[in-house]
T-cell receptor, first 115, second 116 residues
Framework: NAGVMQNPRHLVRRRGQEARLRCSPM?????VYWYRQLPEEGLKFMVY????????ESGMPKERFSAEFPKEGPSILRIQQVVRGDSAAYFC?????????????FGPGTRLTVL | AQTVTQSQPEMSVQEAETVTLSCTYD???????LFWYKQPPSRQMILVIR??????QNATENRFSVNFQKAAKSFSLKISDSQLGDAAMYFC?????????????FGEGTQLTVNP
């Protein structure tokens, strides 16, 4: 059973461009979490999605950021008009069911660099 | 809102020795989960150990054990017989039972160096 897949692993964008980060959860997992790790900091929650639904987006910046988890295909974290402050590692985690007792399995992360 | 604090940005230990990493948290909830994650240079987040707040017995996983003090809101990680492969960033994390979605709230991390 493959783990959580994220691609690309490294992404370089110029200011003003769009960044699309993809996350394929583990097989059988329908719950996806996105976290952001700024340099020298811990991970910060961004958004929690189930298939076709956003459950909790309280950690998402109000502008430029969006996330989706369609019925088919990976979850996408989209950042429009990137700025240098968006440079960070973005981690996706998945779990099979809702609830704190269900472990979140993390992907390897996507490192976004904004020039 | 819950907060997690790791007051030791860096720690070091000699190979085969024991080291304890500190973590405190703040919450008004009575039931929750606490975790320690390891992040090696590959940046992959690896679950080390988990503790359920309603369980008084401290969790243990091989060389890793915790000292969970609920009243003091303290959750330290003890690594026994340290190995070179234990060198990594360690994050303490909190997860609510009561809040829908149950996001993880992480501390700022402790960088552990293991000296040969």
């Amino acid at each position: 059973n493959a783990g959580v897949m994220q691609n690309p692993r490294h992404l370089v964008r110029r200011r003003g461009q769009e960044a699309r980060l993809r996350c394929s959860p583990m097989k059988g997992h329908s719950h996806v979490y996105w976290y952001r790790q700024l340099p020298e900091e811990g991970l910060k929650f961004m958004v929690y999605l189930q298939k076709e639904n956003i459950i909790d987006e309280s950690g998402m910046p109000k502008e430029r950021f969006s996330a989706e988890f369609p019925k088919e295909g990976p979850s996408i974290l989209r950042i429009q008009q990137v700025v240098r402050g968006d440079s960070a590692a973005y981690f996706c985690a998945s779990s099979p069911r809702q609830g704190p007792y269900n472990e979140q399995f993390f992907g390897p992360g996507t490192r976004l660099t904004v020039l | 809102a819950q907060t997690v604090t790791q007051s030791q940005p860096e720690m070091s230990v000699q190979e085969a020795e024991t080291v304890t990493l500190s973590c405190t948290y703040d919450t008004s909830e009575s039931d929750y989960y606490l975790f320690w994650y390891k992040q090696p240079p590959s940046r992959q987040m690896i679950l080390v150990i988990r503790q359920e707040a309603y369980k008084q017995q401290n969790a243990t996983e091989n060389r890793f054990s915790v000292n969970f003090q609920k009243a003091a809101k303290s959750f330290s990680l003890k690594i026994s017989d340290s190995q070179l492969g234990d060198a990594a960033m360690y994050f303490c994390a909190y997860r609510s039972v009561e809040t829908s979605g149950s996001r993880l709230t992480f501390g700022e991390g402790t960088q552990l160096t293991v000296n040969p």
